[in-house]
């Protein structure tokens, strides 16, 4: 019989989380405990707890009964307007974790860290490509940075070991959330059809021939799960990719094809510009196709887009280093953008 671990999943809402959340449910010796500012529905081996990470007194609070928890899984991520002003929030929320479930969890044995290309500079400008999990620092602020050094120091005086994960952009189906290319890839292809306009490409000039890659959010769950418990995985950093490199010159006509769009050439129109008006056509649009009754807030992930179409530069990092250390599952890319739409055409999100 396998020994139970019970899960902390902190930050199980969002696009990351919520895929997290259901691995784990498909995993027989896993019992799972999600944090999220809103709380969720519990199921058999799901229980949600609603906390406010930034709270310290909150926090300690809501974590003090839950003594069974094995392992944490961090994912959680408070967005701000400067580079500078994330460091804060992000790094307290996880002290705040690290400090209420440590006293109290006696069979704690691993704190999982989700990180991402920022600590490469990806988010600054060009960078070395493929980017290493060794590869120097940059100045800071940088708060992955700050939050590793946090875990390296506290799992050194603890008993538990750690690991970061570190994927490019995450592909998967999570509303309301700050950081969703798909959704706000199928949102605007949707709309574009309504309107009788062909799929542009609408990022920077030069983003359309750039080299990039992408991490499904299920191939990252299942990476995530393993890196916490592969000895071979204790206290290091992976980059974890699809395993395939793309340019949006080649995939995007391809995308646009699924919703039986022409590909029109690119032009730069920043979306949160150009979809700022659209609400009232998406409301039409749901009620013409009896859509989920999906508020337009929750799709409009148009800032982050506007972000990642602006990446006129290469963008993607060495995986190798994992599938030395033995995991060794590939997502192609354009499969996991079509099962997306067709996610969420299935869940009646887009027509």
């Known amino acids: ?94 002290v705040n974790v690290v400090d209420a479930i440590e006293p109290v969890a006696a069979g704690l044995q691993h704190v ?35 939050q590793q050094r946090f875990l390296e120091e506290r799992a050194a005086a603890g ?31 949707s709309i574009s059809k309504e309107l009788g306009v062909p799929l542009r490409f609408p990022g920077k000039p030069g983003a359309y021939d750039s080299l990039l890659e992408m991490t499904d959010a299920g191939l990252l769950a299942k990476a995530t799960v393993w890196a916490a418990t592969s000895p071979a995985a204790a206290n290091q950093a992976f980059n974890i990719t699809n395993g395939d490199l793309f340019r949006w010159n080649e995939l995007w006509p391809k995308l646009a094809r699924w919703f039986d769009l022409e590909a029109a050439p690119p032009l730069q129109m920043p979306l949160q510009d150009v979809m700022a008006d659209k609400e009232p056509l998406w409301k039409q649009l749901q009620a013409t196709h009896g859509l989920a009754a999906t508020s337009y807030g929750e799709v409009s992930s148009w800032g982050f887009a506007d972000f990642v179409f602006g990446w006129d530069y290469d963008f993607f990092a060495d995986g190798s280093k994992a599938r030395r250390a033995g995991f060794h599952e590939y997502v192609d890319t354009e499969a996991m953008f079509l099962g997306i739409f067709a996610d969420l055409r299935r869940r009646r999100i887009i027509p």
Do not use: C
């Open 1 to 94: 019989m396998n020994e139970k671990k019970v899960a902390l999943v902190v930050g199980a809402r969002g696009v990351i989380g919520t895929n997290l959340v259901e691995y784990l449910e498909t995993l027989p010796d896993w019992r799972v405990i999600g944090l999220s500012r809103r709380g969720g529905t519990d199921s058999e081996r799901v229980r949600h707890v609603p906390v406010d990470l930034l709270d310290p007194d909150d926090t300690r609070a809501k974590l003090s009964g839950l003594a069974e928890v094995t392992h944490v899984f961090y994912v959680a991520y408070q967005d701000r307007p400067t580079w500078a002003e994330l460091v804060a929030p992000n790094l307290a929320m996880l």
């Open 112 to 146: 999982s860290l989700m990180q991402g290309y920022k600590v490469y500079g990806a988010h600054l400008g060009p960078f070395k490509t493929p980017a290493r999990e060794d590869d120097p620092p940059h100045l800071p602020p940088e708060f992955n940075v700050d």
């Open 159 to 189: 008993k538990w070991n750690w690991s970061a994960l570190r994927p490019s952009v995450v592909g998967g189906v999570a509303l309301g959330n700050p950081m969703n290319l798909a959704v706000a890839i199928a949102v605007y292809a």
